[in-house]
């Protein structure tokens, strides 16, 4: 059974960082994208950050482009989100998304039939 656990969410001050991080086991195949979504009171779901499976491709959202960086560390299975410049509108809930569909990189839009979501992470940006 697929797992995905997210970790590292916390407390930050404006123009701050915080690194999240991702654990997924139990999947069946590599070949996976896991992206990042988050989740403020109040807002729609948005994707935030997707990478590809093995060393593939890396997404960003426009308002996150230039201050967040996607990783993977593939002997750990595990997927990074190092967040710098913070601003109070990131805070939310951020939840991690494994999918054995890859192309949710380019769409954002996830399908029951192939994602397994983690329970999420609350980042907070005080300003």
């Known amino acids: 059974q697929v797992q995905v656990v997210e970790s590292g969410g916390g407390l930050a001050q404006s123009g701050g960082s915080l690194r999240l991080s991702c654990a997924a086991s139990?999947?069946?195949?590599?070949?996976?994208?896991i992206a990042w979504f988050r989740q403020a009171p109040g807002k729609e779901r948005e994707g935030v950050s997707c990478?590809?499976?093995?060393?593939?491709?890396?997404y960003y959202t426009d308002s996150v482009k230039g201050r967040f960086t996607i990783s993977r560390e593939n002997a750990e299975n595990t997927v990074y989100l190092q967040m710098n410049s913070l601003r109070p509108e990131d805070t939310a809930v951020y939840y991690c998304?494994?999918?054995?569909?890859?192309?949710?990189?380019?769409?954002?839009?996830?399908?029951?039939?192939?994602?397994?979501w983690g329970q999420g992470t609350q980042v907070t940006v005080s300003s």
């Open positions: 998304l494994l999918s054995y569909a890859e192309r949710i990189c380019l769409h954002w839009s996830p399908s029951p039939e192939y994602d397994y």
């Open positions: 139990g999947f069946t195949s590599d070949a996976y994208a």
């Open positions: 990478i590809s499976s093995s060393t593939g491709p890396t």
